[in-house]
């Protein structure tokens, strides 16, 4: 018989229906000892899902509750044995916040697990995150409550005091197949933007349309309309019913604010004003120039103005990692930016001696003055975070 350790090789994929396969006590006992790999470990874990056996449970529950056991084997027993109501008053009464990496959250899960409705207004903020791996041990956590509980008992626990458990009522109102347009209007956009998620009928939109308390509900409300009909004719002309509403940048011409809209207002994060997103639906996306072609027709620019360009290499190149919306050109020192959203270049040398002959050119070059503008309200993911961005980052945007 293969061991556990020719079943889960250093490289490549380990073998999971041998894994499943095997004798469940030698699992158990492969997880208990840490001089095994913890990777390996975690895996034994997840073998033996749905095959525990029950003597080997206490010394499973310990490496729990054990704050020197690795903290992906113990999430992944606390995912195994989330049926162990012995592991209750523990998971009840520690402070995890300052333990390893994702382990508190999964505390909060196992807690919904086993029913514990104290858990229920930490289980919404985690059901309410923007990072879906967070989303999902929420949603999951609460999803039991409600199974045992009921829908009222927990929307009830909750109130609707904060944005996140107004979005549980949403959801809640959704599955019970009641009228989720009144969430338009919510004063938090994520919360509105999971009601315009949510919103099924038409019918109901439409006549929301007519008594909606404002012009921004009544955005979020033609964004789910289109959601649903994804007619573009009937979007504009619901756009121009409403007046073509839209966020007002100073500095954001209309070049630069279509280059911008349709790269990124689609998928801009929930607190984005849904503004943005209409716009997007409802005006043409600009004409994007030739990924290759124009890098090279700024470097041959830049050459035939004597200046020596290197070649262009993308921004994920140049970074070594990653990937953008731009190329860069080392001339004369300096790098020279050329944006793959439009004809935009720049270089944070304000005085490059790129600019007149690239400007002769047709292409723009981008002042600080305008790099600098916030493109307020459009919440663009960025490093970790996601918020509003300058023209800078959006138009010649790198991530890696």
């Known amino acids: ?24 006590d ?17 895996i034994c874990v997840r073998a033996l899902a749905g095959r525990v056996p029950e003597a080997r449970v206490p010394a499973l529950l310990d490496r729990i509750r054990d704050d020197e056991e690795t903290g992906e084997v113990r999430i992944a027993l606390l995912d195994l044995l989330s049926d162990r109501t012995e592991l209750l008053p523990w998971l009840r009464h520690e402070d995890r916040s300052a333990e390893s990496y994702g382990l508190p959250e999964a505390v909060l899960k196992a807690r ?8 229920a207004r930490e ?8 990072w879906w791996h967070r989303q999902r041990l929420g949603e999951a956590g609460l999803e039991e409550l409600v199974e045992r ?5 927990i929307v009830a626990d909750l109130g609707e005091d904060r944005p996140e458990d107004r979005a549980f009522a949403v959801w809640m109102r959704y599955r019970a197949e009641g009228d989720v347009t009144p969430y338009l209007a919510d004063p938090d956009r994520r919360v509105a933007y999971v009601a315009h998620e949510l919103a099924m009928d038409r019918n109901r939109l439409l006549a929301y349309l007519d008594r909606a308390p404002t012009t921004e509900a009544a ?4 964004c789910a309309l289109h959601r649903i009909t994804e007619d573009p004719e009937e979007t504009r002309r619901l756009d121009e019913r409403l007046g073509r509403p839209r966020v007002e940048v100073d500095g954001l011409d209309e070049e630069l604010r279509r280059a911008i809209v349709h790269e990124y207002a689609p998928g801009c994060g929930r607190p984005s004003d849904p503004r ?19 890098p090279a027709q700024a470097a041959a620019v830049l050459a035939a103005a004597g200046l020596e360009p290197k070649p262009p290499v993308s921004c994920g190149e140049h970074h070594q990692q990653g990937d953008g919306t731009y190329h860069v050109i080392e001339c004369d020192g300096e790098d020279v930016l050329v944006s793959t959203l439009g004809r935009f270049v720049m270089s944070h040398d304000e005085d490059h001696a790129a600019r ?6 047709g292409f723009r070059w981008i002042e600080r003055e305008t790099a600098d503008t916030e493109v307020t309200d459009l919440y663009v993911y960025y490093f970790g975070g996601r918020g509003p961005r300058d023209v800078d980052t959006l138009l010649f945007y790198w991530q890696d």
């Open 276 to 294: 943005w997103r209409l716009e997007a639906l409802c005006t043409e996306p600009p004409a994007r120039p030739d990924p290759v072609g124009q």
């Open 149 to 153: 509980y009921g829908a009222e008992a």
């Open 356 to 361: 007149i002959p690239l400007e002769e050119a």
């Open 219 to 222: 955005v979020w409300a033609v």
């Open 1 to 24: 018989m293969p061991t556990i350790d020719t079943l889960i090789p250093e490289r490549g994929p380990h073998d999971t229906a041998a894994l499943q396969a095997h004798d469940p």
């Open 112 to 119: 919904g697990l086993l029913g514990d409705r104290t858990a």
């Open 26 to 42: 030698a699992l158990a006992g492969y997880v208990l000892d840490d001089r095994n790999a913890w990777w390996r470990r975690r």
């Open 123 to 130: 289980l919404a903020t985690l059901a309410f995150s923007p």
